[in-house]
């Protein structure tokens, strides 16, 4: 699939050491470095494609972004994939209801999440794929588990035993029963007679009346979530028989950590027989004037309403970095009038001729990013340098600190 089009980054001024990059991991709940390496593999779990792209997506994928803009800075290449769930019950519900194919709903919600990442100046994956061109690859997932004697059938549906992964659980560290908890609420199905173990993961499940399926060697069906992930990011982003792991980093929103990525990562492991992710990085979840975002609640705050109520999408981009990319954020609708109107500062004070000292603004930058996409110390360093140079300072060069801010913070002013 087609993901939206390539940005120009500019180069970063010459003379700046670029430090290696830390981050939150949370399989060790550690901050650690990531190794220098020439090349990185970058997953990132995208949308089921019915309800884009709110505010809680634009969070995750700033976070990813950053952090590909970081990595590509060191010099290293970053190679970089995103999965779409173009076949779910979520969306086959939401079309039932609107009266429309879940084609049709899949489309028009892709088409609307590449704009907005367009407008939010979010570099492309080098593949962007769905689920639905993806099956044959997905279906060779789900045999290599067969093969292995990693599942079984329920009803002719087949499940994975987790515990073909002696790590199963070890990114997540939650306690047993709270992953029956997370399970039960995120979709799973702990509950189903049959089950030899209640966290075992869907991996194909058999057409269903009315529902669409796709030919297998075990029956026509769907796969499952999980799956879908460890196929796409097993098969796009390769790794040689020299890579301790399969990939590098496996990013998404906090509520993936469990069950999707604790899932997907066993899977890969018992399909590969190599831990999945070197870092697992996860962006805290977005709320709104104190409750949860979410669609039950209908309180969905979308990317789309607020760049066509009159607001720029790196007024977005600079609302969001306020706040530390690991923690929770309550939106409030006067962040993105404060962060517009900073924004506009800031253009203004990059048009002027005579600005304040920009290296060390420059240098701070990098080494707040370096230190776990340390953002809020980011905004608040350019915020002193717009009221240095409104003070009347010299001494700058706005050409480099503005091609800086493009290039690391993806800020196009
Ligand atoms: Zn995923």
Redesign the pocket.
């Known amino acids: 699939m087609n993901g939206w089009p390539l940005l120009y980054v500019p180069e970063i001024p010459a003379g700046y050491s670029i430090p290696e990059l830390r981050l939150l991991n949370t399989a060790t709940k550690e901050i650690e470095t990531i190794p220098q390496k020439s090349e990185y593999r970058l997953y990132v ?1 995208g949308i089921t494609p019915y309800d884009a792209t709110h505010l809680g997506h634009a969070a995750t994928y700033l976070v990813f972004d950053l952090i590909h803009r970081y990595l590509r800075a060191t010099g290293a290449r970053v190679r970089f994939v995103q ?1 779409i769930t173009d076949i779910d019950d979520p969306l086959l519900e939401r079309a039932a209801r609107d009266s429309i194919t879940w084609e049709e709903l899949a489309q028009s919600q892709i088409d609307l999440f590449r704009g907005d990442m367009t407008d939010l100046h979010i570099l492309p994956p080098d593949f962007y794929m769905g689920v639905v061109e993806s099956m044959s690859l997905i279906i060779s997932a789900v045999q290599k588990l067969i093969d292995a004697g990693h599942t079984y059938k329920v009803n002719g549906d087949i499940y994975f035993r987790v515990h073909s992964d002696p790590d199963f659980g070890t990114r997540s560290k939650l306690s047993h029963d709270q992953m029956m908890e997370i399970f039960r609420e995120r979709g799973g199905d702990p509950d189903r007679v049959g089950k030899e173990n209640p966290l075992d993961a869907l991996v194909w499940l058999a057409q269903r009346p009315g529902e669409p399926g796709w030919e297998s060697p075990f029956g026509i069906g769907r796969p499952g979530w999980h799956i879908e ?1 460890s196929a796409i990011a097993l098969n796009f982003l390769q790794s040689s028989s020299d890579d301790e792991y399969s990939i590098d980093i496996q990013g ?1 929103g906090s509520d ?1 950590i469990f069950p ?1 990525h604790e899932m ?1 990562a066993s899977q890969s492991f018992s399909i590969t027989g190599k831990p999945f992710s070197r870092f697992y990085v996860h962006a805290g979840m977005v709320g709104l004037d104190g409750q949860k975002m979410s669609k039950s609640l209908g309180n969905l705050v979308f990317v789309s309403k607020i760049i066509s109520s009159g607001f720029e999408p790196m007024a977005i981009r600079w609302a969001l970095m306020k706040h530390s990319y690991d923690q929770d954020v309550m939106w409030h609708h006067s962040m993105i009038e404060s962060a517009a109107a900073e924004i506009e500062e800031l253009r203004e004070c990059l048009s002027r001729v005579d600005v304040a000292p920009t290296e060390s603004v420059i240098s701070a930058l990098i080494s707040s990013l370096s230190n776990n996409l340390d953002t809020a110390h980011v905004v608040k360093e350019l915020k002193l340098w717009i009221q240095e140079t409104k003070s009347g300072k010299t001494g700058g060069h706005a050409g480099e600190l503005s091609r800086a801010i493009d290039s690391l913070l993806g800020l196009a002013l």
Do not use: D, F, I
Request: glycine share 14%; proline share 0%; hydrophobic share 15%.
């Open positions: 779990c999965n992930c998404g993936l999707h997907s």
